[in-house]
């Protein structure tokens, strides 16, 4: 189901209408104030699925400013295939970089994930189109 935003005063008033949604519904539901985003509502199934690896994602502040950047839809792309990466940190698509640290890369559409794996965390280190996100690694 697809994501949706609601502001904290309209989540009051419809908060077990809502909660249902997500429960029932496996539906996501992002939470604003002001006009930002500060929280989420996912299901448990979701949220047992992040948890449930072991492994943490971290993002370094470049890569993280650049998914920010983003339209909401590649956002979602980009973020599906990070989220597959503590389950599965090297899978069939990756390749290694001749990077220093032992960077590796995945592809998701016109657009590459470089990151590194350390200690149980996935830490992604820049995200951007392949024309641009090998430069200065």
């Given at each position: ?22 429960a ?18 996912v ?79 996935v ?15």
């Open positions: 189901m697809p994501k949706r935003e609601i502001g904290v005063v309209e989540l009051r008033r419809a908060f077990s209408d809502t909660l249902n949604e997500v029932y519904r496996d539906a996501e539901v992002i939470i604003t104030r002001n006009g930002k985003r500060v929280a989420a509502l299901s448990m199934k979701t949220y047992e699925s992040f948890v449930k690896s072991g492994q943490k994602i971290e993002f370094a502040r470049d890569a993280l400013r650049y998914l920010r950047g983003m339209p909401e839809d590649v956002r979602a792309q980009l973020l599906a295939r990070i989220r597959e990466l503590p389950d599965q940190p090297y899978p069939a698509d990756s390749r290694k970089l001749r990077a220093p640290g032992g960077a590796y890369r995945v592809k998701s559409g016109e657009y590459r994930i470089i990151y590194t794996v350390t200690d149980g965390t830490w992604v280190i820049r995200v951007g189109r392949r024309e641009e996100v090998y430069t200065s690694l």
